[in-house]
């Protein structure tokens, strides 16, 4: 007799701003139905179409389900099933020598394959520090905007989505949230049907600037010159709020020296947009302080994105717009919430804490990392990698060399996922890993201003674990002895916040636990009276933090290390910028493997303008050859002017394993990091194409 539905509240840890609250339905132990929570207010019901199917992956047939070994080549996929008990022997073995020997020849590999605190990098952080490890500099994604909010509001810091729906005018900035950030999207749209302009800043038309009410279709890596060119115009028509100015920024005389030389001529040629565009947006958006943009990561995926960043960040503190709480920007919101980052990853736990740390090694460049002989200036040549929550075989730049080093015969590599991955075919340690239904979390969002309890829903399937558990195992296995590394998850989750900060004060972690979640408290429009985090309280246009450090202290425009403008020998060579955004079907590399969610993706393809195609004789559906000196990659080609002249747009990120030519859009990115934060540059990338 099958016992009664019941019904558990869970998060989705996915790198999405939605954060969402989900209802999971449980019966017989099973997970058959989740749906967003109708009580969450950011979630309000709704789910994205990925993982309102997200039962199906918990679910799916080829779920590992117990650890297993390799018998096979490195990148052949072949393993054996083996007990717990004999994989944790074999890590701690490996593992033990090698730290005894030279602990910083093991490297930890993560990003945000889940963005729980607990899951993400707690036990996790406290076992590699412990052992001595290398030091990942964990930058994939997001770390140029993240530092251009951080020299200029003093943490990534931003205003309500809710308060979109209230806007006057939005300005969509290198962002498609009908694929990525469903809930905004939602907000905005009240926002247009109560007389709100929508304007799409975009080298691409995606979804989402097919629905605004203009597209302004910018070359890749010039949105910090159309900045200041707004910038420029708003000094010289005085669309400004001088008492803001005057009270709340620092370093507005210089900013203005600055600005006055972006003219909307100048700007219009770096841009490939029209000029007038130029004034008329400007005009647009220094019409109303209820003036909001939204940007996202895409824009600062450039060499000059963490400048870009910070010459957007400017613009509603120049015209007052952060006096309304429907006015200002949101890229992030993360740093509202008052993780104790130290408290959760015990950095003291490493042996030379805090004055001698082992080296750092840059994620977007572990190809180099891995294929490096090891030197004085290196270090040792990395002999172990442990991956968890991420995939960088199908989502590291410069991919050839990226598996070429996973290659590597005398790499120990363990592995811990719930699916046989790119990155899991060269395992020598395929560790089986619990799903968010399955195991205890805590979260923040980048997207809104709630932190939230994940309990689990079922009990793990198969012998999976949760990553804490793994790296308990493994260090007890070892005889290490540090109690932080024993520490339960409930007792973790517990240290995640500084429960004592004004933004959650008379919460603490069993309330959150009863609750589900719970709203910071932070005031509706909260720079309307200044208040920034930076050393001056104020939003500065001028950094002098930036300025000891050698840095230009103000925002200003760098063009791609990749354009006709940076490197003209190699864009005659390479004449098609190549942008790869997120499919709407998949989320980085997650879901690609849900075959109902790939069988609506399709296959791999890209967009390409018909000025573009016709003089290399493309038509629309031919097989193509997207190609640079790094590598090559075959697609489908689509003929369209939604993607502009010049631009190549690969939508992604696939297995390579699932693409039909067993490779994606990373064959052709490049190592090169931001001039700020040090992240990676996946849409500053020149291409040719052919006929395949």
Same mark, same amino acid.
């Given at each position: 007799?099958?016992?009664?539905a019941?019904?558990?509240?869970?998060?989705?840890?996915?790198?999405?701003p939605?954060t969402c609250?989900m209802?999971?339905?449980?019966?017989? +132990?099973?997970?058959?139905k989740?749906?967003?929570?109708?009580?969450?207010?950011?979630?309000?019901?709704?789910?994205?179409?990925?993982?309102s199917?997200?039962?199906?992956?918990?679910h799916?047939?080829?779920?590992?389900?117990?650890?297993?070994?390799r018998?096979?080549r490195?990148?052949?996929?072949?393993?054996?099933?083996?007990?717990w008990?004999e994989?944790?022997?074999i890590a #701690?073995?490996r593992?033990?020598?090698?730290?005894?020997?030279?602990?910083?020849?093991?490297?930890?590999?993560?990003?945000?394959?889940?963005?729980?605190?607990?899951?993400?990098?707690?036990?996790?952080?406290r076992f590699?520090?412990?052992?001595g490890a290398?030091?990942?500099d964990?930058?994939?994604?997001?770390a140029?905007?993240? #530092?251009g909010l951080?020299?200029t509001?003093?943490? *990534?810091?931003?205003?309500?989505?809710?308060?979109?729906?209230?806007?006057e005018?939005i300005l969509i900035?290198g962002?498609?949230?009908?694929?990525?950030?469903?809930?905004?999207?939602?907000?905005?749209q009240e926002?247009?049907?109560q =007389?709100?302009?929508?304007?799409?800043i975009?080298?691409?038309?995606?979804?989402?600037?097919?629905k605004?009410?203009?597209?302004?279709?910018l070359k890749?890596?010039?949105?910090?010159?159309l900045?200041?060119?707004?910038?420029?115009?708003?000094?010289?028509?005085?669309?400004?709020?001088?008492?803001?100015?005057?009270?709340?920024?620092?370093g507005?005389?210089? $900013?203005k020296? !600055?600005a006055?030389?972006?003219? &909307?001529?100048?700007?219009?040629q770096?841009?490939?947009i029209?000029?007038?565009?130029?004034?008329?947006?400007a005009?647009?958006?220094?019409?109303?302080?209820?003036?909001?943009?939204r940007?996202?990561y895409?824009?600062q995926?450039?060499?000059?994105?963490?400048?870009?960043v910070r010459?957007i960040?400017?613009? &509603?503190?120049?015209?007052?717009?952060? !006096?309304e709480?429907?006015?200002?920007? $949101?890229?992030?919101?993360?740093?509202?919430? @008052?993780?104790?980052?130290?408290?959760?990853?015990?950095?003291?736990?490493?042996?030379?804490?805090?004055?001698q740390?082992?080296?750092t090694?840059?994620?977007?460049?572990?190809?180099?990392?891995l294929?490096h002989?090891?030197?004085?200036?290196?270090?040792?040549?990395?002999?172990?990698?442990?991956?968890?929550?991420s995939?960088?075989?199908?989502?590291?730049?410069?991919?050839?060399?990226?598996?070429?080093?996973?290659?590597r015969?005398?790499l120990f590599?363990?592995?811990?996922?719930?699916f046989?991955?790119?990155?899991?075919?060269?395992?020598?340690?395929?560790?089986?890993?619990?799903t968010?239904?399955?195991h205890?979390d805590?979260?923040?969002?980048? =997207?809104h201003?709630?932190?939230?309890a994940?309990?689990?829903?079922?009990?793990?399937?198969?012998?999976?674990?949760?990553?804490?558990?793994?790296?308990?195992?493994i260090?007890?296995?070892m005889g290490?002895?540090?109690?932080?590394?024993?520490?339960?998850?409930?007792?973790?989750?517990?240290q995640?916040?500084?429960?004592?900060?004004?933004a959650l004060?008379?919460?603490d972690?069993?309330?959150?636990?009863?609750?589900?979640?719970?709203?910071?408290?932070?005031?509706?429009?909260?720079f *309307?009276?200044?208040?920034f985090r930076?050393?001056?309280?104020?939003?500065?246009?001028?950094?002098?933090v930036?300025?000891?450090? +050698?840095l230009?202290?103000?925002?200003?425009y760098?063009p791609p290390y990749?354009s006709?403008?940076?490197?003209?020998e190699?864009?005659a !060579?390479? @004449?098609l910028?190549?942008?790869?955004?997120?499919?709407?079907?998949?989320l980085?590399?997650t879901?690609v493997?849900?075959?109902?969610l790939?069988?609506?993706?399709?296959?791999?393809h890209?967009d390409?303008?018909?000025a573009? #195609?016709?003089p !290399?004789?493309i038509?629309?559906g031919?097989?193509?050859?997207?190609f640079?000196?790094r590598?090559?990659?075959?697609?489908?080609?689509?003929?369209?002017?939604?993607?502009r002249?010049?631009l190549?747009v690969? $939508?992604?990120?696939?297995?390579k394993?699932?693409? @039909?030519?067993?490779?994606?859009?990373?064959?052709?990115t490049?190592?090169?990091?931001?001039?700020?934060g040090?992240?990676?540059?996946?849409?500053?990338c020149?291409?040719e194409?052919?006929r395949?």
């Amino acid at each position: 007799m099958n016992a009664p539905a019941e019904f558990a509240r869970a998060v989705c840890p996915h790198d999405c701003p939605d954060t969402c609250a989900m209802r999971v339905t449980v019966e017989n +132990g099973r997970a058959i139905k989740v749906t967003g929570d109708p009580d969450h207010p950011p979630t309000q019901g709704v789910l994205c179409t990925k993982v309102s199917r997200y039962a199906e992956r918990v679910h799916h047939p080829k779920r590992l389900t117990q650890p297993m070994k390799r018998v096979g080549r490195k990148g052949e996929g072949r393993f054996e099933p083996i007990s717990w008990e004999e994989a944790c022997e074999i890590a #701690a073995a490996r593992l033990g020598e090698i730290s005894q020997r030279a602990p910083e020849a093991i490297v930890p590999y993560s990003y945000a394959g889940t963005m729980g605190l607990v899951q993400g990098d707690s036990i996790a952080q406290r076992f590699f520090h412990k052992l001595g490890a290398s030091r990942l500099d964990r930058t994939i994604c997001a770390a140029a905007g993240a #530092a251009g909010l951080r020299y200029t509001y003093g943490a *990534a810091l931003g205003m309500h989505t809710e308060f979109f729906a209230e806007s006057e005018v939005i300005l969509i900035w290198g962002a498609n949230p009908i694929a990525s950030n469903l809930h905004f999207w939602t907000r905005a749209q009240e926002a247009k049907r109560q =007389g709100a302009t929508l304007i799409a800043i975009d080298p691409y038309r995606s979804l989402t600037a097919e629905k605004c009410h203009q597209h302004i279709a910018l070359k890749p890596g010039t949105d910090g010159a159309l900045a200041l060119g707004m910038m420029h115009v708003l000094i010289v028509e005085d669309r400004l709020d001088h008492d803001y100015i005057a009270a709340h920024t620092h370093g507005y005389e210089a $900013l203005k020296a !600055r600005a006055l030389t972006y003219t &909307p001529a100048h700007v219009a040629q770096i841009c490939g947009i029209d000029e007038q565009a130029i004034v008329d947006l400007a005009r647009l958006y220094g019409s109303t302080r209820k003036a909001a943009i939204r940007m996202n990561y895409g824009l600062q995926r450039v060499r000059g994105g963490g400048n870009a960043v910070r010459a957007i960040a400017c613009l &509603p503190a120049l015209t007052g717009a952060w !006096r309304e709480r429907a006015g200002g920007v $949101l890229l992030s919101s993360s740093g509202w919430a @008052p993780t104790d980052a130290e408290a959760l990853q015990r950095p003291d736990l490493m042996p030379g804490w805090p004055k001698q740390l082992p080296r750092t090694i840059n994620m977007n460049q572990i190809g180099d990392a891995l294929t490096h002989a090891g030197d004085a200036a290196f270090g040792p040549k990395v002999e172990a990698i442990v991956v968890y929550n991420s995939n960088p075989v199908a989502v590291a730049p410069d991919s050839g060399k990226v598996a070429a080093g996973f290659a590597r015969e005398d790499l120990f590599t363990i592995v811990l996922e719930q699916f046989q991955t790119d990155s899991a075919d060269y395992a020598d340690l395929l560790l089986p890993a619990t799903t968010q239904l399955e195991h205890l979390d805590v979260h923040k969002s980048y =997207g809104h201003t709630h932190v939230m309890a994940n309990l689990p829903a079922i009990a793990p399937v198969g012998e999976a674990r949760p990553n804490t558990e793994i790296f308990r195992m493994i260090a007890r296995k070892m005889g290490l002895t540090e109690p932080a590394l024993f520490e339960s998850d409930d007792e973790v989750a517990a240290q995640a916040f500084r429960w004592d900060d004004p933004a959650l004060a008379g919460t603490d972690w069993e309330t959150l636990k009863s609750s589900g979640w719970v709203k910071l408290k932070i005031a509706d429009a909260p720079f *309307a009276n200044g208040g920034f985090r930076t050393p001056s309280g104020k939003c500065e246009f001028h950094s002098n933090v930036l300025e000891r450090a +050698g840095l230009d202290p103000l925002p200003d425009y760098l063009p791609p290390y990749e354009s006709a403008d940076g490197a003209p020998e190699l864009a005659a !060579r390479y @004449p098609l910028a190549m942008i790869s955004p997120p499919a709407r079907n998949f989320l980085n590399s997650t879901f690609v493997n849900v075959e109902s969610l790939r069988a609506t993706e399709g296959e791999p393809h890209v967009d390409l303008n018909p000025a573009d #195609a016709a003089p !290399r004789g493309i038509e629309d559906g031919d097989k193509v050859r997207i190609f640079n000196d790094r590598g090559t990659m075959h697609a489908r080609a689509r003929v369209s002017e939604r993607a502009r002249e010049g631009l190549v747009v690969g $939508l992604s990120i696939w297995w390579k394993k699932l693409a @039909p030519d067993g490779r994606n859009a990373n064959e052709v990115t490049s190592q090169a990091l931001t001039d700020l934060g040090g992240s990676a540059t996946f849409y500053d990338c020149l291409v040719e194409v052919e006929r395949a």
